[in-house]
């Protein structure tokens, strides 16, 4: 077990806590939660690099707690009406597709690894800018409808284009 597991252990801890504060209507203790998990997130890569703690188990891990973050944010933020159910829905179908190919892939004897492309990364990291500054508008009193037409207009390119990226990366492997 080393330092960078546990830092995302910790932010898979982060998760419900984010989660609840935004039911509860907390925006700014949601705010801190998913900026502390997004330090987190970028120390224990910091230290995983630089120190050599690369670890199977965390290179497992890490991906996971960002979805899970990621995921329950937006799953949230959509039961309590801020984002578009249409958004959330897209956001999440992605990642199940993603999860999907994968499986399919393994149980055909055909094992694929999909590693983040560059359009997959300005993907989420476009939906933690928006995230971020969703939570810091609700907690601020900010008002904020064009970010959400905004957001959710770039979100769903980038995640429509992420999605389909990553459906012809699996395709071409299954046809070969």
Not at 161 to 176: G, P
Request: aromatic share 12%; glycine share 8%; with cysteine.
């Amino acid at each position: 077990m080393t330092i960078p597991n546990l830092i995302t252990i910790f932010r898979f801890c982060l998760v419900p806590l984010a989660v609840w504060c935004i039911a509860a209507g907390a925006w700014g203790w949601a705010f801190l939660a998913f900026l502390v998990a997004g330090v987190s997130d970028g120390i224990d890569g910091y230290l995983a690099k630089r120190f050599d703690m690369r670890s199977e188990l965390g290179a497992f891990l890490d991906p996971l707690a960002d979805k899970a973050l990621l995921v329950s944010i937006f799953v949230t933020l959509g039961i309590v009406g801020v984002v578009p159910l249409w958004l959330v829905i897209l956001a999440v179908f992605r990642d199940l597709m993603i999860v999907g190919a994968v499986l399919v892939s393994w149980v055909m004897g055909q094992p694929i690894r999909i590693a983040p492309s560059k359009l997959s990364k300005l993907n989420t990291a476009m939906q933690i800018v928006f995230i971020v500054l969703l939570l810091f508008a609700k907690g601020t009193g900010w008002p904020f409808p064009f970010l959400i037409e905004a957001g959710s207009a770039i979100v769903a390119v980038l995640t429509i284009a992420s999605a389909a990226a990553y459906l012809r990366q699996w395709l071409n492997h299954m046809a070969s």
